[in-house]
């Protein structure tokens, strides 16, 4: 099993940067991928950004040249660095692992952008 606790949402200011951190715990062995989802009121969850134990990352479109996925493996952490934030980035940010037989999610946390 893996255990995810995020941190890091809040409220800020169109433009503005906030930094997500995702910590994860138990067999953390078995984790091949970590990523960022998010889901706005009314709209499915989508997959923000990605990052393998290779270090590639993926991104959506929407958020490419502004958002950057890191991973220290030491620590077990994943961590999305959000800058130049837009109202359309407000949503509930999900922390996700993957493993070969399952995929793990975080408890998720607000983020709000206001214009």
């Known amino acids: 099993q893996v255990q995810l606790v995020e941190s890091g949402g809040g409220l800020v200011q169109a433009g503005g940067s906030l930094r997500l951190s995702c910590a994860a715990s138990?067999?953390?062995?078995?984790?091949?991928?970590m990523g960022w989802y998010r889901q706005a009121p009314g709209k499915q969850r989508e997959l923000v950004a990605a990052i393998t134990g290779g270090r590639s990352t993926n991104y959506a479109d929407s958020v490419k040249g502004r958002f950057t996925i890191t991973r220290d493996g030491p620590k077990n952490t994943v961590y999305l660095q959000m800058n130049s934030l837009k109202p359309e980035d407000t949503a509930v940010y999900y922390c996700?692992?993957?493993?070969?037989?399952?995929?793990?999610w975080g408890q998720g946390t607000q983020v709000t952008v206001s214009s």
């Open positions: 138990g067999t953390v062995w078995s984790i091949t991928a």
């Open positions: 996700n692992a993957g493993t070969f037989s399952k995929d793990y």
